[in-house]
Structure formats: C-alpha cells, structure tokens
C-alpha cells in the first residue's frame, strides 16, 4: 500500500491507496477537479498519458504527493 498525500494546492488529505490504482483514479476517489490545474507527482510536473498510468507503473513504493495546482483567473 501507498501512503498518498492528495489534493489541490490549498486544501490536502492523507490516504492509503494500492499501487495498481491510477493516479485518475485516485483523484476522481477524492473529487479532485485535475481539469482546472496543473498535476504534480513529488513535485514533478505530470504530462500527457501519466494519468492512466498507475504508481506502480511510475516506480511510487512507498509515499507520494499528488497535487493539482489550480490555475488562478486573472481579471
């Protein structure tokens, strides 16, 4: 099991995830709108196709931080 920090860059939660699920699928379990930010795995900057893969996949064993940066609207 994985130990996941989860959420957007103002408001996170800790949980514990399998490491087959999907990072989609572990932000749609969470309500997590990734459609209006940016996605970071430890940081790093996710790109396109990273999000059907599971954190198995991208090499995650023990914890990790998935944050969607919400983009802020300019007036």
């Not at 995830?17 to 990072?23: G, K």
């Not at 989609?24 to 396109?48: F, K």
């Not at 990273?50 to 990790?64: M, N, P, R, V, Y």
């Amino acid at each position: 099991m994985i130990s996941l920090t989860i959420g957007t860059n103002t408001k996170r939660k800790k949980i514990t995830v399998p490491p087959t699920m999907t990072l989609r699928e572990a932000l749609e379990q969470e309500e997590i709108n990734y459609s209006v930010g940016t996605l970071h795995l430890d940081g790093a900057a996710l790109v396109p196709g990273d999000l059907d893969k599971s954190f198995e996949d991208l090499g995650i064993t023990d914890k990790t931080y998935l944050i969607s940066v919400v983009k802020a609207d300019n007036a």
